[in-house]
Protein backbone atom coordinates (compact mmCIF):
# COMPACT_ATOMS: atom_id res chain seq x y z
CA UNK A 1 0.00 0.00 0.00
CA UNK A 2 1.31 3.80 -1.41
CA UNK A 3 -0.35 6.76 -0.65
CA UNK A 4 2.58 9.79 -1.93
CA UNK A 5 1.25 12.97 -1.61
CA UNK A 6 3.04 16.01 -3.17
CA UNK A 7 2.69 19.30 -4.65
CA UNK A 8 3.32 21.39 -1.45
CA UNK A 9 5.29 24.27 -0.92
CA UNK A 10 6.46 28.01 -0.30
CA UNK A 11 3.71 30.76 -1.53
CA UNK A 12 2.30 34.16 -0.17
CA UNK A 13 -0.46 34.81 1.54
CA UNK A 14 -3.31 34.53 -0.63
CA UNK A 15 -2.28 31.81 -3.50
CA UNK A 16 -2.94 28.73 -4.47
CA UNK A 17 -1.79 25.16 -4.22
CA UNK A 18 -2.81 22.04 -5.42
CA UNK A 19 -2.01 18.65 -3.72
CA UNK A 20 -2.15 15.60 -5.09
CA UNK A 21 -2.08 11.99 -3.29
CA UNK A 22 -1.52 9.23 -5.94
CA UNK A 23 -2.15 5.71 -4.29
CA UNK A 24 -1.84 1.97 -5.11
CA UNK A 25 -1.94 -1.20 -3.30
CA UNK A 26 -5.51 -1.21 -2.40
CA UNK A 27 -8.91 -1.38 -3.85
CA UNK A 28 -9.25 2.57 -4.14
CA UNK A 29 -12.60 3.05 -5.66
CA UNK A 30 -14.32 1.66 -1.96
CA UNK A 31 -12.06 3.76 0.31
CA UNK A 32 -12.48 7.18 1.56
CA UNK A 33 -9.35 9.50 1.68
CA UNK A 34 -9.25 12.48 3.36
CA UNK A 35 -6.47 15.15 3.70
CA UNK A 36 -5.08 15.97 7.26
CA UNK A 37 -2.26 18.28 8.39
CA UNK A 38 -0.16 18.89 11.51
CA UNK A 39 1.34 22.47 12.16
CA UNK A 40 4.22 22.75 14.81
CA UNK A 41 3.26 21.87 18.20
CA UNK A 42 -0.61 21.38 17.21
CA UNK A 43 -1.78 17.93 17.12
CA UNK A 44 -3.15 16.25 13.53
CA UNK A 45 -6.26 17.89 11.97
CA UNK A 46 -8.69 16.69 9.29
CA UNK A 47 -8.56 19.13 6.56
CA UNK A 48 -11.44 17.32 3.93
CA UNK A 49 -12.54 13.76 3.02
CA UNK A 50 -14.25 12.49 0.30
CA UNK A 51 -16.12 9.06 0.11
CA UNK A 52 -15.92 5.87 -1.49
CA UNK A 53 -17.64 5.71 -5.20
CA UNK A 54 -20.25 3.90 -3.18
CA UNK A 55 -21.49 7.31 -1.78
CA UNK A 56 -19.36 10.27 -3.59
CA UNK A 57 -19.68 12.51 -0.78
CA UNK A 58 -17.24 15.12 0.56
CA UNK A 59 -16.75 16.86 4.04
CA UNK A 60 -14.83 20.34 4.78
CA UNK A 61 -13.51 21.51 7.84
CA UNK A 62 -14.93 25.06 8.90
CA UNK A 63 -11.53 26.40 8.90
CA UNK A 64 -11.18 25.72 4.78
CA UNK A 65 -14.31 25.87 3.77
CA UNK A 66 -14.62 28.07 0.20
CA UNK A 67 -10.95 27.79 0.02
CA UNK A 68 -10.42 24.16 -0.08
CA UNK A 69 -12.09 21.50 -2.72
CA UNK A 70 -11.24 18.19 -2.74
CA UNK A 71 -11.48 15.65 -5.55
CA UNK A 72 -10.51 12.24 -6.95
CA UNK A 73 -9.88 10.18 -10.00
CA UNK A 74 -10.83 6.97 -9.95
CA UNK A 75 -8.94 6.51 -13.23
CA UNK A 76 -5.59 7.97 -11.84
CA UNK A 77 -5.99 6.58 -8.42
CA UNK A 78 -5.21 10.07 -7.34
CA UNK A 79 -6.99 12.62 -5.13
CA UNK A 80 -6.74 15.92 -5.18
CA UNK A 81 -6.88 19.10 -2.65
CA UNK A 82 -6.96 22.57 -4.34
CA UNK A 83 -6.13 25.43 -1.65
CA UNK A 84 -6.85 28.71 -2.69
CA UNK A 85 -6.63 32.18 -0.74
CA UNK A 86 -4.20 30.61 1.63
CA UNK A 87 -3.55 32.03 4.93
CA UNK A 88 -0.26 31.42 6.96
CA UNK A 89 -2.75 29.80 9.32
CA UNK A 90 -2.64 27.25 6.33
CA UNK A 91 1.13 26.36 7.50
CA UNK A 92 1.54 22.74 8.16
CA UNK A 93 2.79 19.22 7.04
CA UNK A 94 -0.14 17.75 4.85
CA UNK A 95 -0.70 14.40 5.05
CA UNK A 96 -3.69 11.72 2.88
CA UNK A 97 -4.91 9.25 4.35
CA UNK A 98 -6.93 5.99 2.78
CA UNK A 99 -10.11 4.33 5.11
CA UNK A 100 -12.07 1.58 5.01
CA UNK A 101 -13.91 -0.17 8.25
CA UNK A 102 -10.63 -0.55 10.16
CA UNK A 103 -8.17 -0.46 7.23
CA UNK A 104 -6.35 2.62 7.99
CA UNK A 105 -3.49 3.97 5.59
CA UNK A 106 -1.44 6.85 5.63
CA UNK A 107 1.10 8.52 3.26
CA UNK A 108 4.09 10.66 4.03
CA UNK A 109 3.48 14.14 4.27
CA UNK A 110 4.06 17.43 1.77
CA UNK A 111 4.91 20.69 3.62
CA UNK A 112 2.86 23.54 3.12
CA UNK A 113 4.17 27.07 3.95
CA UNK A 114 2.29 29.90 3.36
CA UNK A 115 4.31 33.05 4.15
CA UNK A 116 5.03 36.55 3.00
Known amino acids: VQLQASGGGVVQPGGSLRLSCITS????????IGWFRQAPGKEREGVSC?????????YTADSVKGRFTISRDYAKRTVYLQMNNLKTEDTAVYYC?????????WGQGTQVTVSS
Open 50 to 58: ISSRMDNNS
Open 25 to 32: GFDFDYYA
Open 97 to 105: NAQQLWRNY
